[in-house]
């Protein structure tokens, strides 16, 4: 008898499948702190509780994707992993943790579970249906499209203490297309004065030859070169914090970063290296190393990702993007962010490479009549312009209410006029504005929420689906708080119920984030 093959996003597998699933393959992110991404909550909540099933008649494997710059690598395969066994379940074969370069590791574990699948398969003399294939992009993170920048504007007021920018980039016909609600991946290179002070303090000749792998093959070029384009040379990753530890002739320094990296001390890491950069560091524990031993450390350069300000309806040509540029002084020496302020540096022309990601969990309503809740602070606010045009191109009906909050109304009130012009019209049904500075007392989108706290009940009763845009902490979080305790007052629910019925709005895909 066939085999069929079942592709599920985890939110679409009813848990009660689960012990009666033979053969289970587990593909998985992590997010925030270790935990599953939004999409997997449910699954992983039940599959966590004392109630969970055995599940001695499933064999599975699990494919887990993450960055080892991050703290808790893959933590969430791991976990899934694990549990599986717990419970019972049998491995095809062992877990693979992959980085954001996942391919050959992904096409490797898959190779192994097909070759196990289909050894038993014939052992049953059960021939495997071939799994279907989505027609591949032609443009993808590793298959960049370099474009043209038509417009870099700033958003922000002249005396703003941000300097929000609209990323205008032309899509030529038949290169890529797009959806309200997907991301854009964008390629930096390193600046200029990074990689002049990352060779200072290491020592390194900028013309020695390296060889770097690009695009497949091996390529050779000199080492400034490969730092400008190849390598993440702004961040502090757990392996070069490793590397300089052992490394470092400053013994002191060496004893400060050894206690800094025990495991109980986490949370004072992450503090330690907010804000900090690898020359930072390198300036601080000075060692000697060879070229190959550098690049050996350092991880390769990933683009950054932007939500997509813009609805194909309206620019079917054009992808617009909201950047807020991280600029900081670290101890008093000015730091830069390396894609966004790449991006803010760019003129009309440059040409820039980039891909489009996918975001199918975050799509303004289907339905003509149903409601949409966006909740947007500062940059948060980007994929709902395009939301709104979207839902305008399309005639929706349905209410429209959009919270967004920023430092000043004066300074930072981003798409002002064209915000205005939709609540006037009525596209946007409700609109509130949460100025956090206008006033002594700081003012964030859910202090505004909890006030219309009735009002926003009634628009869930009423079907609305909820989406959330920006920092996923602390601002996603006190969001969701909020949500929590607007349910259980208007709802008159106790925490548990609340909590419950927040869940189960994700469950049934009326509560979405897109946070960061
Ligand atoms: C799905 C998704 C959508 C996104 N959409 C947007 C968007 O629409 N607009 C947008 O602007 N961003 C967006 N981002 C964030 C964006 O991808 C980048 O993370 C952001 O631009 C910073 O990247 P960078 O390369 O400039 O900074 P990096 O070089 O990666 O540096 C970041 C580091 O800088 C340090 N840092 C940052 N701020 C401070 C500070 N205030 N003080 C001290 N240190 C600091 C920290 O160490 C931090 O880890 C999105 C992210 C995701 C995942
Ligand atoms: N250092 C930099 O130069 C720089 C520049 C841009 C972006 N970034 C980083 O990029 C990310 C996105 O920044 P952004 O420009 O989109 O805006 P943001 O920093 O998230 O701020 C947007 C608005 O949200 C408010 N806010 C702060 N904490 C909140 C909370 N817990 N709940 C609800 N609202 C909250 C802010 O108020 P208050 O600010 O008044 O508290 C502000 O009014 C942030 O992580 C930020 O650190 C850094």
């Not at 899934?80 to 717990?86: I, K, M, N």
């Not at 049953?124 to 799994?131: D, G, H, I, K, S």
């Not at 202090?447 to 009423?462: E, I, S, T, V």
């Not at 909020?482 to 629910?493: K, M, N, S, W």
Request: aromatic share 8%.
């Amino acid at each position: 008898m066939e085999n069929p093959v079942e592709l599920r996003g985890m939110d679409d597998f009813t848990f009660a499948e689960l012990p009666t699933t033979r053969e289970l393959l587990v593909i998985t992110s992590t997010t925030g702190d270790g935990e599953p991404p939004d999409n997997g909550a449910a699954f992983w909540r039940a599959l966590s509780a004392d109630s969970a099933p055995h599940l001695a008649d499933t064999r599975y494997a699990v494919l887990a994707l993450g960055d080892s710059n991050y703290d808790d690598f893959c933590s969430h395969g791991r976990k899934l992993d694990e549990r599986l066994a717990e419970l019972g379940g049998t491995r095809i074969r062992g877990r693979v943790d992959c980085e954001p370069d996942y391919e050959d590791a992904a096409a490797g574990w898959l190779g192994d579970v097909l070759h196990q699948l289909t050894r038993t398969a014939a052992m049953r003399t059960a021939p495997l249906r071939p799994a279907s294939r989505p027609t591949p992009q032609k443009y993808t993170k590793k298959r960049p499209l370099v474009t043209s920048l038509v417009r870099n504007t700033t958003l922000s007021q002249p005396r703003s203490a941000k300097d929000v920018r609209q990323l205008v980039f032309d899509l030529p016909e038949e290169t890529v297309s797009y959806e309200a609600g997907d991301a854009l991946g964008v390629w930096p290179r390193n600046g200029k004065p990074l990689v002049d002070e990352w060779l200072t303090v290491t020592g390194l000749d900028p013309e020695s030859e390296v060889e770097v792998s690009s695009q497949g093959s091996m390529t050779s070029m000199p080492l400034r070169d490969a730092l400008t384009d190849h390598f993440e040379i702004a961040h502090i990753s757990p392996d070069l914090l490793r590397f300089v530890q052992q490394r470092t002739s400053d013994a002191n320094a060496a004893a400060e970063l050894a206690e800094l990296m025990r495991p109980k001390n986490k949370a004072a890491l992450a503090d330690w290296t907010w804000g900090r950069q690898s020359v930072d560091l390198l300036g601080q524990c000075k060692l000697n190393a060879s070229v190959d031993e550098w690049l050996s450390v350092l991880k390769p350069l990933q683009p950054r990702l932007y939500s997509i300000s813009s609805s194909p309806k309206e620019s079917p040509r054009e992808v617009h993007l909201t950047v807020s540029p991280v600029r900081y002084n670290f101890r008093g020496v000015p730091r830069r962010g390396v894609c966004s302020t790449y991006l803010a540096d760019r003129s009309p022309s440059d040409q820039i490479a980039v891909y489009v990601r996918r975001s199918s969990n975050f799509r303004p309503p289907s339905d003509p009549s149903t409601p949409m809740i966006m909740i947007g602070p500062g940059t948060g606010i980007a994929p709902f312009r395009g939301f709104l045009q979207e839902r305008r191109a399309l005639g929706h009906t349905g209410g429209n209410w959009l919270f967004f909050g920023e430092q000043h109304a004066a300074t930072d009130f981003y798409y002002r006029d064209e915000i205005q012009a939709m609540h006037a019209d009525g596209l946007l049904t409700e609109l509130d504005l949460a100025f956090s500075r206008d006033q002594r007392e700081k003012v964030y989108v859910q202090h505004l929420m909890r006030k219309r706290g009735a009002q926003l009940w009634r628009w869930l009763q009423d079907g609305a689906q909820l989406y959330v845009c920006g920092t996923a902490d602390p601002m996603a979080k006190d969001v969701d708080r909020a949500i929590c305790e607007i349910v259980a007052e208007h709802g008159r629910l106790d925490a548990d119920a609340a909590r419950a019925y927040v869940q189960s709005l994700s469950a049934d895909k009326r509560y979405h984030r897109d946070v960061y």
